[in-house]
């Protein structure tokens, strides 16, 4: 579903990754840039969600300077106050980012023109129960993710969705993703890509031992719950897009369903930049002009292994004895 931000941008918020360098002085930068042509800023390089949450209401747009981890922090924010985000990449992958720090002169230029388009993901909501308590409760754009404490010991987890028993794992741990996690810690243990577009939830087990071993894709709208089963033993810890939610015990219950909130990032490239993107980082690519210089070399080397069968009359009977 596509969005616009109105004729005019009044107000944006700057939200920079606190460690590294590069960030503060490219926010104060793009700062100084938007207050000149009369756009009211905040900014915040050594923020948390604490502080961050109370300045985004009444912003039209937030952007993020960093990597994958800052759209996802800047997400979680933005996408309960229906604000969307632009990502400046200052990272190693930056997938869900859209702007290089070297370009970010002529992409605001094209934002504030109106040349952009809105893009709609799917959150996931997740709460912890310990019997009547409710031990923690969270939004992930990323994923939900079960798994073993600091002990190389299997975990047991039983896996009901919509109430319904389907299968009980022996595993490291247990991911539960939307499409746009399908492409992080999903992808790494054999789970399929699900484009941005789609509202399913995915289920992968990691590393399972004798119990199902393949990845599902689920209706849209289920509910999941997960159960620690008493078999198990060890340490069991609930991360939320990488972040430590909650230490679990046996018989604690983690219930996942679709978010209400929706994350918007702001798209500068065509519609279609997601498949690109994916495979530019996924599949090994040989340079334009590399191909073309090999086109070449080839060319010439096929004639002159012609030449060299064929000939030239001339130059045949010069080189006869």
Known sequence: MDQNLGNTVRRIGILAHPLRPKTAPLAEQITQWLESRGIKTWMRTTWDAMLARPLVPGSDLVIAIGGDGAMLRAARVCAPENVPVLGINTGHLGFLTEVSPEEWVGSLDKLLAGQYWIEERMMIRCEVWRGDLLLGQSEALNDIVVSRGAIAKAINLEMYIDGDWATTYHCDGLIIATPTGSTAYALAVGGPILPPQLTNILVAPVAPHLSMDRPMVLSQGVTVKVVITPHTLT????????????????????????SDSVSKFLRLRGRNYFYRSLLDRLEPRIPVRNQRSSTNNQTANN?????????DPSESRQNQP
């Open 303 to 311: 004639q002159i292994a012609n030449n060299q069968t064929v000939g």
């Open 235 to 258: 340490e069991v810890v609930l991360s939320v897009d990488g972040e430590l939610l909650a230490s679990l015990e046996a018989a604690d219950l983690i219930v996942v369903r679709a």
